[in-house]
């Protein structure tokens, strides 16, 4: 079935108004195909993401076809995408140059307040590592009243390439990403050094076990006692929930 093309003040009120910023990616590549006169091969718009995104390429294929494409193409019919050819269309009819210069303004815009949104400091990320932990020593157990807390790189920086690592359960992550992070005490830190990859968060099994081992020996106390200590455990299971480990 054939859609009418957009008006330019269609797009306009699409930008302005209601397009959602849970990523960046929308107004990227609807700036990219107005640049380039409405027609954007895939691979063009792939090496786009990628300079946004450098060392990501088998990120960027994935992440490029399915998003915005879910939402530009099926959804809104802003965007065609030919299967054939590779290519990705504008289906945008500009009723003027301005309109087409004030759409490109738009994207540019929307681009830096995701940009600025999302910029997240190394204060900020030290304080949502160490509160997923629930402030303790992910290999020995301790708290910062006890020792020196560290956030660890997990697969040390020494082995990033482009600013990437492979994850314990083998995908890319970003080096300074929360799944590449940990909380480690000085000396087990120290310990560690930059030799391994060593993974100390506890896996989703080994929280059951152990709270699982709870509930035996709990059994054993006075049944006012019992309920403390089990609503003290599930407490802190709940805490360390957030930092599991991929696997």
């Keep these: 079935m054939t859609t009418s093309m957009l008006s330019g003040g269609q797009l306009l009120e ?3 108004e209601q397009m959602s910023m849970s990523g960046r990616y929308q107004p990227l590549l609807l700036r990219e195909l107005i640049l380039h006169d409405g027609v954007l091969s895939r691979d063009q718009w792939v090496r786009t ?7 990501l390429l088998d990120w960027a294929n994935k992440t490029a076809m399915r998003w ?9 019919k802003i965007v065609k995408y030919d299967k054939t050819t590779k290519t990705l269309g504008l289906h945008v009819s500009w009723e003027s140059p301005e309109q087409r210069d004030q759409a490109i303004e738009i994207c540019e815009a929307r681009l ?9 400091s190394g204060g900020s990320r030290r304080i949502d590592i160490l509160t997923r932990d629930g ?3 992910q290999a020995c157990g301790v708290t910062a009243h006890q020792a020196p807390l560290d956030i660890d790189h997990i697969v040390p920086r020494s082995h990033a390439k482009d600013g990437m690592v492979t994850a314990s359960d083998g995908q890319l992550v970003l080096l300074d990403s929360s799944e590449n992070l940990q909380t480690l005490c000085a000396r087990c830190n120290r310990e560690k050094s930059d030799r391994s990859s060593y993974d100390f968060r506890a896996s989703r099994g080994q929280l059951v076990k152990a709270l699982a081992h709870t509930y035996d020996l709990v059994n054993f106390l006075p049944e006012s006692e019992r309920r403390a200590v089990i609503a003290e455990a599930e407490g802190m299971m709940s805490t360390l929930r957030a930092g599991l480990r991929p696997t």
């Design 68 to 76: 915005p494409i879910e939402t530009l193409v099926k959804s809104r």
């Design 112 to 120: 830096k307040s995701w940009r600025t949104r999302h910029r997240v």
């Design 14 to 16: 699409f930008l302005e």
């Design 49 to 55: 993401v990628l300079e946004t995104e450098p060392g």
């Design 135 to 137: 402030g303790r020593c």
